[in-house]
């Protein structure tokens, strides 16, 4: 095993480098910095891409404060554009400016263009897809809203969403928005218990949800889920609850028939004025400790952010169709498929299925059918489809596609190229995205770049504008030249950040800017190349030391995945270290290897490295929430497991 995937290693990295795919063409070779960006035009001196990123980062007020007036409509004017200290955690952005982030998604796009398609809502059966306009968005918003209100919801409520993706959700969401409530949508596949915690955390008194859900020919009951888990929340006076089946559920006096309600409201719902630092929602992702954190983003960072993101990662113009196959429940439905896409006009895919139903072709007979021109997913869902073969693929017609684009773990070579030469036709240009939860929006994507820019097959590659990344030593020093890794962080503040974790601002400077003094430190460790590209090599928390290279499960993952071939892999060499490694934790000496058959993954694509830990320390009693996995059945597998082989065994620091 050892030898195998170390020659591989080897193998990969060499041809990694050799392998430079030139694959910009949607701009000329003559251009201008309109072009680019038409805000760009009254930065004096900037003249192509990298002038604009360097006064992005150089000139941080002038860049953020220009394109957050072009950009946003605003009710009053920002009178300070940032006002953000590391050492405290204080993120603060266009201080004194008043907006509304529904009427930025919506009425102004409704003045415009009422009848253009806002929402293209793909249901779990294929060729029943229902359009929803801009128009429509917003009287359903409006309904929405007013409904929250007669229901007691007040500016400064936290409700709580527990949706599949549908039209429902997003108005659920923009409603909230437009009243000056904050959300805590929760991803509608977590158990009763996981969806307690977080109502409990964030102290809803309303909960939005479904009678049932459908996702891959099959019916999920829910308002069942939901009823359990009030239970054991007393803050829930009220449950509203949508149809998206025709079977009845049982109701209870707290609960609330949405469509029928919400159809006596009226279509007009005045936006509340919202501070720039008001908080927008609440996102759970788990910690490292088993407990969630829920963190906060606010008004209008996140949303310009976001839609500038959209907009240039991914090349999106007017009358394009954006297809996010992410959920709602999820960092990226929220900034791609609802804000960023509906701040600037775009059509979005609200995608209900999963990739195999009714089967593998199912993404590119819906690529075909909707016209989609940006594809947005997992590398997770791409290893998966390109094991059934091109045929999935080709049987569909899919010219309409320009961008292809990649979030949430790292994108092995093989799944990259089948991506780019058989999805995309050897034409589209693939974005690895890089960014958390924690960052709001895309931090580093090939794109955007000078026209012709090169694009190495899995690498993140290039900061966005604002982002100035660094990697840092484990004494804490900063990396200065190329061709070194590090852990990654970044060394200014953005709009998009994450402003607190909710009722534990502690947690949050410990988290995020105490590891590294001076930096927001991500969790993640990177390489930069000799051209300064940066390519994520995963978890800091997961890298291994051997035979004196350090390794994280990346690299690990992508030569198991590229040696063996698919549907013999079986087995993967998995290390976890107890403790992440900084400069200020104590350091962990301590390291586990475990050889495993089967790997205990979330329905999103991540392997839940807190319950391979528990297996390891033996601790099988407290594994706690199993509910986010995709086959929870796997971990009894990884228990049962005849290699499991432990190393407890001191190993030098790297
Ligand atoms: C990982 C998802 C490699 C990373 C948007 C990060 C990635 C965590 C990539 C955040 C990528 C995300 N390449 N790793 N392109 N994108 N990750 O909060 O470890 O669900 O810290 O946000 O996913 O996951 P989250």
New binding site residues.
């Given amino acids: 095993m050892c030898s195998l995937w170390r020659g591989s290693l080897l193998t990969l990295t060499s041809s990694l480098n050799r392998r430079v795919f030139q694959c910009c063409r949607q701009f000329g070779r003559s251009y201008n910095i309109a072009s680019c960006m038409p805000e760009a035009v009254a930065f004096q001196g900037v003249s192509d891409h990298s002038g604009l990123y360097k006064f992005s980062v150089n000139e941080s007020d002038r860049f953020w404060g220009a394109v957050a007036r072009q950009r946003l409509s605003w009710i009053s004017p920002f009178h300070t554009v940032q006002n953000c200290d590391f050492s405290q955690g204080k993120i603060k952005w266009f201080e004194g400016g008043k907006l509304n982030v529904s009427v930025n998604c919506l009425d102004r796009h409704v003045h415009t263009c009422p009848e253009r398609v806002a929402l293209i809502w793909e249901r779990d059966e294929p060729g029943t897809e229902v359009k929803i306009t801009y128009r429509q968005l917003l009287e359903l918003t409006c309904r929405l809203g007013n409904l929250l209100k007669r229901q007691g919801v007040r500016r400064g409520d936290c409700v709580t969403i527990y949706m599949p993706p549908c039209p429902l959700a997003v108005a659920s969401m923009l409603a909230c928005a437009r009243i000056g409530a904050a959300h805590n949508v929760v991803f509608a596949g977590f158990s009763s218990e996981a969806l307690a915690d977080r109502i409990r955390d964030a102290q809803s008194s309303t909960v939005i949800t479904v009678n049932q859900g459908v996702r891959g020919g099959k019916v999920v009951d829910l308002k069942r889920t939901v009823d359990q888990a009030v239970q054991n929340c007393p803050s829930v006076q009220q449950v509203l609850v949508a149809m998206r089946t025709e079977n009845t559920v049982a109701m209870t006096d707290r609960d609330v028939p949405l469509e029928e309600e919400m159809m006596k409201e009226d279509v007009v719902c005045e936006p509340v004025a919202m501070d720039s630092e008001d908080v927008l929602f609440l996102l759970y ?1 788990s910690g490292s400790t088993g407990k969630p954190k829920g963190l906060v983003h606010t008004q209008a960072g996140y949303l310009l952010y976001t839609s500038l993101t959209h907009r240039y990662v991914f090349n999106y113009h007017d009358g394009d169709v954006f297809g996010c196959v992410a959920d709602i429940g ?3 439905g929220h900034s791609y498929i609802v804000y960023g896409a509906l701040c600037n006009g775009g059509t979005t895919v609200l995608f209900e299925s999963t990739p195999v139903y009714p089967n593998p072709g199912r993404y590119w007979e819906m690529v075909e059918r909707l016209e989609i021109n940006q594809f947005y997913g997992a590398p997770t869902a791409i290893r998966l489809l390109l094991k059934y073969g091109d045929e999935w693929v080709q049987n569909y017609n899919r010219s309409s596609l320009k961008t292809l684009g ?6 092995n070579t093989e799944a990259w190229e089948w991506y780019h030469r058989v999805v995309g036709d050897g034409r589209c240009p693939v974005v ?7 960052t709001g929006g895309i931090c580093i994507a090939p794109r955007p770049a000078d026209p012709e820019a090169e694009i190495v097959p899995g690498m ?1 590659m290039r900061p966005f504008y604002g982002i100035k990344p660094a990697l840092l030593d484990t004494e804490g020093e900063v990396l200065s030249s190329n061709d070194s890794t590090g852990a990654l962080c970044i060394s200014q503040a953005w709009p998009g950040m994450a402003r607190t974790i909710h009722n534990h601002h502690q947690r949050f400077t410990e988290t995020y800017f105490q590891p590294y003094p001076g930096f927001f430190f ?3 460790g990177a390489h930069r190349s000799k051209e300064g590209y940066y390519q ?1 090599v ?2 800091l928390d997961d890298v291994i030391n051997v035979s004196g290279h350090r390794l994280g499960t ?1 690299e690990l993952e992508d030569v198991v995945v590229c040696t063996i071939k698919s549907h013999q892999i079986k087995c993967i060499y998995i290390a976890l270290r107890t403790q992440p490694k900084t400069p200020n934790s104590k350091q962990c000496r301590c390291r586990s290897t475990i050889i495993i058959m089967c790997l205990p993954k979330t329905r ?1 694509g ?1 392997i839940m490295r807190r319950v391979l830990r528990k297996v390891v320390e033996r601790n099988t009693d407290e594994l706690g929430d199993l509910s986010t996995l995709d086959d929870p059945d796997s971990v009894h597998e990884v228990i049962r497991v005849p290699q499991l082989h432990i190393d407890n065994s001191p190993t030098a620091s790297p």
């Fill in positions: 992702t999820w960092i990226t990649s979030v949430g773990e790292p994108i690895d995205t890089w960014w958390q939860t924690e993140a991500t969790g993640d994520i995963g978890r990346a999103s991540k």
